[in-house]
């Protein structure tokens, strides 16, 4: 099957990319391993999860979100979201077609995808002059390995698998993680009943969502450093001083921090007030783990009965591309650095790995569409 372009990925970065080539009619497919859009979003995301940051910071290209909508969008209309806008910009993907395979033909310079279908195994091969990597930072989940850890007795799982704290209540479950999603887990936990402790690895800020809101405002209008002034300010009235608790912020502000190693600060949703309770305990690095007991790089232990994963994903994309080796570094994450990461060799593009939120997302599909605009004329 031949076409202009094939995307590969149906999550916000492919149907933006999609819905943008559509917009200047270039033809193009979408292949989807998975049964639907955004798999991620309706499979594999917890219950309690909300849009981080302002609507107008989560828009793909094209389409706003309704004037009613609120603010910070929740999980299920924002699932709506893309499901009404996939369907406005005509973006229909090929699902449960897992690409095995591509590279690219320099004789016809042209780009070969080999897929099958996962219902009915069913060999596919598409052809085309461009080729769009739109399967994300979060193509999988990634556990570090700890020594001992493929011993432990008790339940381990990636945060890619939770849903809820319900099934937890009583038990005694450690969240290695302190981003966003391992902050959230351990807040949804600890009001389910669980006996909830969580790991902190490196320094974060600890923000409002109101507070980075404000923050994206004002640097459009001023310098980076004085808003991030500004923010700890706010942050420290706040929250106070985290660092008895064992949380320690980096030196660089928030902003500053996000722009130079493109780490969010963690939007807190009261797992704060938890830990300073008293009903969310912090521990530093695991060093171990022996039977039901983990180990501490400080000396301290403690048993547990769960241990939930939230310590991020990592890009597939270096299993099935053959040819990317100019453009993706050996993590499968593209060499060059925001804000040119979006463009490869050979007619390859990146869409969804700027590290800046969809907002980066729709950069990503926009540029990718006017590039190809200009060679396909």
């Not at 893309?82 to 004789?107: H, M, N, R």
């Not at 996962?118 to 060999?123: A, Q």
Request: proline fraction near 5%.
């Amino acid at each position: 099957m031949n076409t202009a372009v094939v995307i590969v990925g149906a999550g916000p970065a492919g149907i933006a990319t999609s819905a943008c080539l559509n917009f200047h009619s270039i033809p193009n497919v979408v292949l989807e391993k998975e049964d639907c859009l955004a798999s991620l979003w309706k499979k594999n995301s917890y219950d309690c999860l909300k849009l981080h940051l302002g609507k107008e910071f989560c828009e793909l290209p094209h389409m706003s979100f309704p004037r009613h909508a609120p603010n910070f969008i929740p999980k299920a209309d924002f699932i709506k979201y893309l499901d009404e806008y996939a369907e406005k910009f005509g973006v229909i993907p090929k699902y449960q077609t897992c690409v095995k395979s591509a590279w690219y033909d320099k004789e016809s310079m042209t780009w070969r995808i080999v897929s099958y279908n996962t219902s009915n195994g069913k060999i596919e091969e598409h052809t085309s002059r461009f080729l769009v990597v739109a399967t994300g930072e979060n193509s999988e989940g990634y556990i570090p390995q700890i020594p001992g850890l493929d011993r432990f007795q008790g339940e381990v799982i990636h945060s890619f698998f939770y849903k809820s704290g319900e099934k937890y209540n009583a038990k005694r479950v450690l969240v290695v993680g302190s981003g966003n999603s391992g902050m959230e887990i351990a807040f949804d936990l600890a009001i389910h009943g669980a006996k909830t402790s969580i790991v902190v690895r490196s320094p974060f800020h600890v923000m409002t969502k109101e507070q980075i809101f404000l923050g994206m405002k004002l640097v459009k209008y001023l310098p980076i450093k004085l808003v991030d002034s500004l923010l700890l300010a706010l942050a420290k009235f706040t929250f106070g001083d985290l660092s008895n608790y064992g949380i320690v912020r980096p030196k660089d502000g928030p902003l500053l921090t996000k722009a130079r190693t493109a780490r969010s600060s963690v939007i807190d949703v009261g797992t704060v007030d938890k830990i300073k309770a008293g009903e969310i305990k912090v521990f530093g690095p695991a060093s171990s783990i022996e039977e039901d007991k983990v180990l501490f790089m400080d000396g301290k232990s403690e048993s547990f009965d769960v241990i939930i994963f939230a310590t991020g994903y990592r890009s597939t994309a270096n299993k099935w591309l053959k040819d990317g080796n100019e453009t993706l570094d050996p993590e499968g994450l593209p060499k060059k650095a925001f804000p040119h990461q979006w463009k490869g060799t050979d007619g390859l593009y990146c869409a969804g790995f700027a590290r800046r939120g969809l907002a980066g997302t729709s950069m990503d599909a926009i540029n990718i569409a006017n590039d190809i605009k200009k060679v396909f004329g």
